[in-house]
């Protein structure tokens, strides 16, 4: 009887768990990102007392880093019931108010920085991506359009940096240069084709990751003199790792450089090329408060904590605890990295955990990621951790198109979406059949993931038991129709432009051939992958009489944050996978 | 955090409780109708010992009364899951078997009922509504075809009777009387117009139920004769009590009449005339077993219980208890009778319930039933009992078009669905916030309730802040087009032929005024009210940015019966009254 309110009590307990991620130092304080209290916010920490206080009431939707001497922290929030157009907010480390700082057209806002008395956006509205300045005292302008898809990265009061697809080519990303000064936009590659990520100033020098020779490299790119080098570590700690990719890197106070390098879905931390002690799993944010350091890092089977870290010792403490009440942390019987091999030869790299609650072979999801420029890391997820303690097993592969592999790897799914990216997520249930750990399959994802699973369905319908879709894509041409500037431009450089292949690759396509049961969830002013389509595709499972069920969430937004949205959203996914996937009662 | 499932929970709760309908004495055991186990079912019962036996094993949709002296059960399953096509099967109170009698076309069962060897049900399918004859050994045939909708209410071996709307008049009901030995199907009214229902066989005497003298009283017709007339009681307790309608009635074993007689949404039972004592509330059904009376009662505030009421003291003994936990009976402030003034000065009946985890006045909602042939009496039901405990008070209007105060009243919404009865639900609203009961409105309902739910918010948006509509219709053209033969002899009953208000009785024509938020639960399945339409009714809504949820359950039908479906009906709707018409934490 009282199975329904159990699995909505597992997916409450695994939503509530908070994340975190560090904005930097503040005044001697450490200011981060939490949804501790269940709504997502701004919070600053003592680092001498670990106590914490929350800056900000309602929900905010993206922030800026911090600078160590102001005492402004700098956010926006959707003012659009979840459609993702805000407003830039000020709050502040030593007192308790928080206003907006001008009133600006709201706007999708794609990277802000701040400096000074000055914050600089882009913001994408229905018609244009444009680059906007503020004053904390009221005044706006904006600096300049962009022609392409923009992300601003860091800001100095007299540089605003970021990357883009600047130059047309979807498979490359170049930096930009806005001189506040002179009001010149400038562009800048070391080679035409290569991706360069990320810049982050000091004074004229832009450290960014850079693949121009081959693998990603740390760069720094001198806007005087116009000279690129290498970046050159004291220690050779993070040489001998050789990171592929990196979560995230900056300068330290005293111009030394950090970085957190990447390798096979997990991290390493290092300090002017010096090894830093962390936490198993991967560290998703660093940062210095004079000179201490803390992280937050989390794996598949622990949730996120804010950690210090002693860079003399390796010792570790925990600053903001998050643990799972232990009947559910036993669930996680284990986690491992993979490599299968897909339909083409090719090695697909993938993370699999184990549920205690199943058996071995039993009853496995494969869980898509979003993106597709995304992948699973060995990093708390709460869509695996839910399936997790409801007793399935989940083999997440990073399909062609994920990060985290290089950008020869990333760029195979550019033109080709739902193509080849599609072969390996069915490759990924075969190769845990094969490998005896499923006994049969569901599939499920969220965005990208969504639209994987719709089209997993109907083009590989033999191979699914059962399959749930959250926020999903089913039909390109009207979901292009549907999209304001900036998503129009995602899809053309997902495409690469061919058009043609639109019909082919939308789920809509395939309705017919969906024999599995399958769930549907969506948010009701999702604004990346709209409702409106997904209404037309399950009239079309109506008249052919599938067994479907659907979920459709008010004043919710694609981006899902707080924690009664997420378990709105995972606990009827859970409830119908029990209903049509079960774990048998033996195995539990 | 935990909000959510512990609304679940309480729904859980809830949709447990089972209800039971008796359906009568077989070789000396009583047989009855239960979801006990949560899947509905028939069970047997010894009246010595009170021991229950569960005879069915899947899920069954409707029965036939038993006879004291066959070891068979009969009852129909839907094997079209939800969409109310049934097949007849038989179970037996002395072995574990069932099986299906015969290799019927499967179709919606209007009544069954059977004596001796053979079995007769009216299905009605998409084309055609159909008396059907049937052999325990397997044999079937077709017995004729009905022009009009019509109800099996009896069978004894040599006739089969019911009721219909047989002439065409949508305010008449006509008997119809079908000689299996002659073939000959018989139209019996005592007077043109009148209202004659439930006919009841002995051997040639049909007794039935008729307001032809004005009032509705309980007659007997001789079909040998063709003589009528009224049953005369040994005991005057029935005369004085007066009943409006009746609930049901029938033969003892020795020839003596039964009678469950109905006043203001309240019951009485009487024997021969003399009032048996029962608890309070309604009584739903009676069963004698070997001269022992046994009954199902309940009311809006107690669950349903199985009783044995001695018939000399007048002592009530409990045989299957069905108690809530003492912390959620406790939500159950008071509930109570009232008539309130509708628009144009007429007198509209109505239950209410208040809850104790509310103030006065508080949030409450108007809860409108279905039907809209149906009434909300003092029973108990699943839907206001979960809002009371969820802290909402409850207004249940018996709107014009109900039953329980006479043809006159029920005639009121023939040809004028959602006119009328719409107002009255609106003026319920009104008096509750006039008297002080409500601080604010929502308004729920299913089926019928469903569609005056869309029409209310549509055509009344400023009086709710709120609304739940469970199944409901927003389309009569579409639903007509979409409809099988027996719902589109409904839907022109329903209108008196008046196809000329179907657009502006529709909730989709006012879509676009529907201003408070709107929950839409419906079932995939549903033959009665499809979904189609209400897909196309979502897609302007999420057009026009309108703040809705909406659940598509899947493998269900119109008709929910399972406690997980019915969890799965209740709890969205909770979830989303907590949120957007919440009982303020101060009054809980």
């Excluded at 905010?60 to 407003?87: M, P």
């Excluded at 643990?323 to 986690?335: I, Y």
């Excluded at 090695?347 to 609650?357: C, N, Q």
């Excluded at 193509?419 to 994802?445: F, N, P, T, Y």
Aim: proline share 6%; with cysteine; charged share 25%.
């Amino acid at each position: 009887m009282s199975e329904q309110s159990r699995i909505t009590r597992v997916v409450e307990v695994i939503a509530s768990r908070p994340y975190f991620y560090l904005l930097g130092p503040a005044l001697g304080r450490l200011v981060f990102y939490s949804n501790l209290d269940g709504v997502p916010g701004i919070w600053v920490l003592d680092p001498k007392t670990y106590e914490r206080v929350k800056l900000t009431r309602e929900a905010i939707h993206s922030f800026a880093f911090t600078r160590a001497e102001s005492r402004e922290v700098v956010f926006t929030r959707d003012v659009s019931k979840g459609r993702e157009l805000q407003k830039p907010y000020v709050a502040f480390v030593d007192k308790p108010e928080e206003r907006v700082i001008a009133d600006v057209p709201p706007a999708r806002v794609l990277g802000i920085s701040f400096y000074g008395s000055r914050v600089v956006y882009i913001g994408a509205t229905a018609e244009s991506v444009d680059l906007y300045m503020l004053d904390f005292s009221g005044g706006w302008e904006k600096l300049t359009t962009f022609t392409a898809v923009a992300f601003l990265t860091d800001f100095n009061g007299r540089y605003a940096v970021g990357h883009g697809i600047l130059s047309g080519d979807p498979r490359a990303y170049e930096l930009f240069i806005f001189d506040v000064e002179s009001g010149r936009l400038a562009t800048y590659t070391p080679r035409r084709g290569s991706v360069n990520l990320n810049p982050v100033l000091r004074g004229e020098q832009v450290l960014f990751e850079s693949d121009f020779e081959g693998r990603k490299r740390l760069y720094v790119y001198d806007i005087g003199s116009g000279e690129l080098r290498p970046v050159a570590f004291t220690h050779r700690d993070y040489d001998g790792y050789r990171p592929v990719e990196h979560v995230r890197f900056g300068w330290l106070g005293d111009g030394r450089v950090w970085a957190i390098g990447k390798r096979d879905g997990r991290t390493s931390l290092f300090v002017d090329g010096r090894r830093v002690n962390t936490p198993r799993g991967v560290t998703t944010s660093f940062a210095e408060v004079d000179g201490r350091f803390f992280v937050t890092a989390s794996s598949l089977t622990r949730p996120p904590q804010i950690f210090e870290v002693d860079p003399s010792t390796g010792a570790i403490r925990v600053v903001v605890r998050n643990a799972l009440p232990r009947g559910l942390q036993r669930a996680f019987r284990r986690s491992y990295f993979v490599r299968y091999t897909s339909f083409d030869g090719r090695r697909i790299p993938a993370f699999v955990v184990e549920s205690a609650g199943n058996s071995i072979p039993g009853p496995t999801v494969v869980y898509v990621h979003g993106g597709p420029w995304s992948e699973v890391m060995d990093s708390w997820d709460p869509f695996i951790a839910s399936l997790v303690v409801a007793g399935y097993h989940v083999v997440a592969p990073n399909f062609r198109g994920s990060t985290g592999y290089g950008e020869a790897f990333r760029a195979l799914d550019i033109g080709d979406p739902g193509g080849g990216d599609l072969e390996d997520i069915v490759h990924a249930g075969k190769w845990a059949v094969q490998r005896g750990l499923a006994s049969a399959l569901a599939v499920m994802g969220y965005s990208y993931g969504g639209f994987s699973t719709f089209l997993a369905l109907g083009k590989h319908p033999e191979v699914w038991k059962a399959g749930v879709a959250g926020a999903g894509v089913v039909d390109w041409e009207e979901m292009y129709q549907l999209s304001d500037a900036y998503f129009r431009k995602f899809i053309d450089t997902l495409f690469a432009g061919r058009r043609d292949l639109w019909r082919e690759r939308s789920p809509i396509t395939y309705v017919d051939r969906v024999s599995a049961p399958l769930c549907i969830i969506h948010p009701a002013n999702d604004t990346r992958t709209p409702l409106k389509p997904v209404l037309r595709y399950m009239q079309r499972l109506a008249e052919k009489g599938a067994v479907f069920e659907a979920h459709i969430l008010p004043d919710t937004g694609h981006f899902v944050a707080r924690v009664q949205d997420r378990v709105a959203v995972i606990a009827p996914a859970l409830q119908f996978l029990r209903r049509y996937f079960p774990v048998t009662p033996g195995q539990q």
